[in-house]
């Protein structure tokens, strides 16, 4: 199932930049780990915000909520998630 997650993120002001450096290191780490697995498929950076949409591609809701509440920046994120389903208009393989 594919889906599109949106994640606003939102560290604390008052959070040591030595903690908050560690915990940047350790979610790009994870993502790219989870991209390479083709679990995450698409990551796109919002222009000027701390924000990505990205497209996950896991078996159900469940799996999507096991794969994000591991990534190191979790508890600081606003999390918007759209499921997806193949257009019939798609030209293109593997977008499903």
Known sequence: ???QVQMDVRIPHDLPVERADALK???REKAQSLQQAG???HLWRHAGRYANTSIFDVESPQALHDVLSTLPLFPFMEISV???CRH???IHDGDE
């Open 25 to 27: 290191r350790e979610e």
């Open 1 to 3: 199932m594919l889906f």
């Open 82 to 84: 759209t499921p997806l």
């Open 39 to 41: 679990v995450w498929r």
């Open 88 to 90: 019939p208009s798609s």
